[in-house]
T-cell receptor, first 113, second 114 residues
Framework: KQEVTQIPAALSVPEGENLVLNCSFT??????LQWFRQDPGKGLTSLLL?????REQTSGRLNASLDKSSGRSTLYIAASQPGDSATYLC????????????FGTGTRLQVTL | DAGITQSPRHKVTETGTPVTLRCHQT?????MYWYRQDPGHGLRLIHY???????DKGEVSDGYSVSRSKTEDFLLTLESATSSQTSVYFC?????????????FGPGTRLLVL
């Protein structure tokens, strides 16, 4: 059974700081890995998707890396802003049927002024 | 948002009563999913559907049933609600984006079982 872990569970940083969120998974047989953002009381918004054959993906100030063999992914946020405050979730898509995602428990990020 | 709506958005009910949550999509996607989100557990899959009248269980299916009589609607039913089913429920669809399969989520339904 796939298990996804995110560390730290919560993080508070001052504005402008670069930061790294970590995600680890136990089964390397994945199709892809996604990072989502969730604002309080809202649904999930996809930020980045990395295919199993890729090493990283970038979107603006966000960079996600994937090391499938070691079961790890990182989300790097450059020059953090208060608007980045949210919960960040990683999820892996297994290679089995029905496209089922397995989620981590998330990292709650607060960027302070 | 892939045209996904959920209803109701908030519901308070009593233990032992039946509850049905509705997920509606407008873009004819084949796969639909129901998740619940609880503190310390992240999102966990309850049931999913891979077509009209084709459904299967997820990780936490006990106490829940689903139905899909039309492509656009996926219903989640709690036959006899319990306090442990107090949660936020999310519906999702699976679609291709940039050649890759990804899931898009609805806004969620907050359910409180007293």
């Amino acid at each position: 059974k796939q298990e996804v872990t995110q560390i730290p569970a919560a993080l508070s940083v001052p504005e402008g700081e670069n930061l790294v969120l970590n995600c680890s998974f136990t089964d390397s047989a994945i199709y892809n890995l996604q990072w989502f953002r969730q604002d309080p009381g809202k649904g999930l918004t996809s930020l980045l998707l990395i295919q199993s054959s890729q090493r990283e993906q970038t979107s603006g100030r966000l960079n996600a890396s994937l090391d499938k063999s070691s079961g790890r992914s990182t989300l790097y946020i450059a020059a953090s802003q208060p608007g980045d405050s949210a919960t960040y979730l990683c999820a892996v898509l297994g290679t089995g049927t029905a496209s089922k995602l397995t989620f981590g428990t998330g990292t709650r990020l607060q960027v302070t002024l | 948002d892939a045209g996904i709506t959920q209803s109701p958005r908030h519901k308070v009910t009593e233990t032992g009563t039946p509850v049905t949550l509705r997920c509606h999509q407008t873009e004819n996607h084949r796969y639909m999913y129901w998740y619940r989100q609880d503190p310390g557990h992240g999102l966990r899959l309850i049931h999913y559907s891979y077509g009209v009248k084709d459904t299967d269980k997820g990780e936490v299916s006990d106490g829940y049933s689903v139905s899909r009589s039309k492509t656009e609607d996926f219903l989640l039913t709690l036959e006899s609600a319990t306090s442990s089913q107090t949660s936020v429920y999310f519906c999702a669809i699976s679609a291709l984006a940039g050649g890759q399969e990804t899931q898009y989520f609805g806004p969620g339904t907050r359910l409180l079982v007293l």
